[in-house]
Antibody, heavy 130, light 106 residues
């Protein structure tokens, strides 16, 4: 069974750091890009960032709201994706979800890749408060 | 950023009803659109990708259509398990969601 399990959430003071983990099972982790999303209480869904698979350089992209503060990394040997969150703000309070991202390749000589999210974890709650 | 606007925000319907939710993009996204279902306290679940492709295991009463800037999600005959919030998401450039449509019992 394909499964993603987030962990590492909790209560943290503003300005502090927290690292979330996303442990994958049931599929070949290294073959997929992975993303993080969040959902503030009572609000909609917001993309946080993405990390491509190592075959494409393992490059990352981030939402403007977290760029420079959050870092995504991956350990394919352990099937874990990480979200390192620094300089946390109260507005970072949310449920954080990791996702497995399915790739769509377009083009012939030069490829462009699109990603949509086909598997979601149950989420882990991060509360930033003094 | 590409803005996604869903309508309506809330929809009251009965079991057996045909339900349509609309999603508009602020610029053309071709067919790079997905639909998700989310129930309270649960993670989103992929229903439709590439605007009209049904995800494996999703009941065939769900369908998606559209391209460019206008998209629809249709539930042909609403079932008790379908009362939830639905989100559209574009993945043409980064990833942004509509604000959600809550489908509630009439």
């Amino acid at each position: 069974e394909v499964q993603l399990v987030e962990s590492g959430g909790g209560l943290v003071q503003p300005g502090r750091s927290l690292r979330l983990s996303c442990t994958a099972s049931g599929f070949t982790f290294g073959d997929y890009a992975m993303s993080w999303f969040r959902q503030a209480p009572g609000k909609g869904l917001e993309w946080v960032g993405l990390i491509r698979r190592k075959a494409y350089g393992g490059t990352t992209e981030y939402a403007a709201s977290v760029k420079g503060r959050f870092t995504i990394s991956r350990d394919d040997s352990k099937s874990i994706a990480y979200l390192q969150m620094n300089s946390l703000k109260t507005e970072d309070t949310a449920v954080y979800y990791c996702t497995r991202d399915r790739e769509v390749r377009v083009g012939e000589l030069f490829y462009h890749y699109y990603y949509y999210m086909d598997v979601w974890g149950k989420g882990t709650t991060v509360t930033v408060s003094s | 950023d590409i803005q996604m606007t869903q309508s309506p925000s809330t929809l009251s319907a009965s079991v057996g009803d045909r339900v349509t939710i609309t999603c508009r993009a602020s610029q053309s996204i071709s067919s790079w659109l997905a639909w998700y279902q989310q129930k309270p306290g649960k993670a989103p679940k992929l229903l439709i990708y590439d605007a009209s492709s049904l995800e494996s295991g999703v009941p065939s009463r769900f369908s998606g259509s559209g391209s460019g800037t206008e998209f629809t999600l249709t539930i042909s005959s609403l079932q008790p398990d379908d009362f939830a919030t639905y989100y559209c998401q574009q993945y043409n450039r980064a990833w942004t969601f509509g604000q959600g449509t809550k489908v509630e019992i009439k």
